[in-house]
């Protein structure tokens, strides 16, 4: 996959992910409560990319929180200067001996989810791909009946002052 770095405004790109993932939060009937920094850096990396990262992030996040449950976003800079977009949700969640099959190809957690929720069953496959591609680190804390949480980490390698 060819990579085409440039400058990616953070917060602007969480915004238009959320923007495109509307209908299906209005759908699912979620509460959802978004926290972002009023300053997060801009990275030097693939727009692109980045962006399907955090579409695909908040879309999982959705499609597997049932009905009137709630998702959160939350994009910091934390004390340390980690910058992180954390996505919540009050999912299901699956065993954490499971964990493992949803970053295989077509892996599912679930047998019957084939014929519950529409996909291709590549996402966190995909995710995982490009996080490694741009050095991001991928959190994973799913509990079982109780939800799902997926930390990015971006590194100090992708800021665009650090670069300059």
Excluded: W
């Excluded at 591609?133 to 949480?149: A, D, P």
């Excluded at 100090?156 to 300059?164: D, F, G, R, T």
């Amino acid at each position: 996959m060819e990579e085409s770095n440039n400058v990616v405004q953070l917060k602007r790109s969480i915004d238009e992910c959320l923007i495109m993932g509307q209908e299906r939060i209005g759908r699912s009937e979620l509460n959802l409560s978004i926290h972002i920094a009023d300053v997060l850096p801009s990275l030097v990396a693939d727009r692109t990319r980045i962006k399907q990262i955090i579409l695909n992030v908040l879309s999982k996040s959705s499609k597997f929180t049932l009905k009137g449950g709630s998702s959160e976003v939350r994009a910091t800079i934390n004390v340390l200067g980690q910058r992180k977009i954390v996505v919540k949700n009050t999912g299901f969640g699956i065993a954490e001996e499971d964990i493992i099959l949803v970053f295989q190809p077509f892996g599912q957690a679930r047998e019957n989810f084939a014929n519950t929720y529409e996909g291709t069953y590549l996402g966190l496959l995909a995710v995982n791909h490009l996080t490694e591609m741009h050095q991001v680190r991928i959190e994973l804390k799913i509990l079982l009946n109780q939800g799902t949480c997926v930390t990015l980490c971006f590194p100090e390698s992708l800021i665009e002052s650090v670069l300059k």
